[in-house]
């Protein structure tokens, strides 16, 4: 009977010990640095810096949960490493240094990043269901990179500079400035709808002819019910990227909500289109297919989505072909 109770506190001891590693807050450091160029602004040049060492912090938390994940068995794609680890980790500046390159300043920005793991549970099963978050925060990050790329080699190019050449870098840097802001809202969990809107239409003032802010908008507006707000959001993130499958995709499950199906269908149709691997299009699609009683393209669309990663299709997919099959067996029982 001893040995059963010690047995018995040996392994809650050691339970406890898990869930306390597994529940730490890891800290790490990271540096960004950004060289000035001719007509750059300090505080254009400071929010770069910033965007660079929360990149390096993003890799290394990335690297971080990779390891915390394999521990508890979970089976993530690195584009869900990513959304996870950008939506747990928190940034505080330490230090900020402006020093001299040859005749250009220089700045150099060091950040603290924490990342909690207190809730990994949650927030696992909450990726998992919310396939389109992980296939937002990739595109953001996708984008994020590209734009850095772009922004590298104009630096580096050696061609000379002109009025265009110049006006195409700031354009470059705005357009990073404005992503790295909307990126910043979307990874902050705790906002409210109705305080990302607020954040959102600030970005929308300073750039007015970026599609992201108004699709972002959009989503805020439809989960607080909004629905005429939502959609002429989505028109206008159309009217300025018509190849956005994210914009198009948010225009079909407007349309969803007001019920008009055979719009929505048309959304998510040109949605799978541009992004074939896009879960979520085919389950919305799927789900209209089987409104209308189209019980093969619905079937063939919820298995698309389940090979994409989403859930939903997964469990649609098994209870219609469950269904099917009990209904052969009831028309045989009828013929015999």
Request: charged residues 30%.
């Amino acid at each position: 009977m001893k040995k059963n109770i010690t047995r018995l506190i040996v392994l809650v001891l050691v339970s406890l010990m898990q869930t306390a590693v597994l529940a730490e807050t890891k800290t790490v450091t990271a540096t960004g640095k950004f060289v000035m160029g001719d007509r750059d602004s300090k505080s254009d040049a400071r929010q770069l810096a910033l965007l660079h060492a929360k990149q390096m912090a993003l890799e290394q938390a990335g690297t971080y949960l990779s390891s915390v994940t394999k521990t508890k068995n979970y089976e993530l794609t690195s584009d869900e490493i990513t959304s996870l680890a950008a939506g747990i980790m928190s940034v505080k500046v330490l230090d900020e240094k402006w020093t001299m390159e040859g005749e250009s300043p220089a700045v150099t920005v060091t950040i603290e990043a924490n990342i909690k793991t207190d809730d990994l549970d949650e927030r696992v099963n909450a990726l998992k269901e919310g396939t389109e978050l992980v296939e937002d925060v990739s595109q953001l990050q996708a984008e994020l990179n590209q734009l850095k790329k772009e922004l590298e080699e104009m630096k580096t190019a050696k061609t000379e500079k002109t009025e265009t050449t110049v006006r195409d870098k700031q354009d470059t840097i705005k357009k990073l400035i404005t992503l790295d802001t909307i990126t910043n809202i979307q990874n902050n969990k705790n906002k409210n709808p109705e305080a990302v809107v607020k954040e959102l239409t600030k970005v929308i003032a300073k750039a007015p002819n970026n599609f992201l802010p108004y699709y972002y908008r959009a989503q805020a507006y439809k989960k607080i019910g909004k629905n005429k707000e939502a959609l002429a959001d989505a028109a206008t993130a159309l009217k300025l990227n018509p190849n956005s499958f994210q914009a198009n995709f948010i225009k079909g499950q407007i349309l969803m909500k007001k019920n008009k199906p055979d719009m929505a269908l048309k959304y998510f149709t040109k949605t799978i289109a541009l992004n074939g691997k896009f879960g979520p299009a085919y389950l919305h699609r799927g789900l209209i297919f089987k409104s209308k009683k189209q019980f093969v393209r619905a079937l063939k669309d919820f298995k698309t989505a389940c090979d994409c990663g989403v859930r939903k299709g997964c469990e649609m997919s098994r209870n219609m072909t469950k269904k099917g099959m009990k209904k052969r067996k009831m028309r045989k029982k009828h013929l015999r």
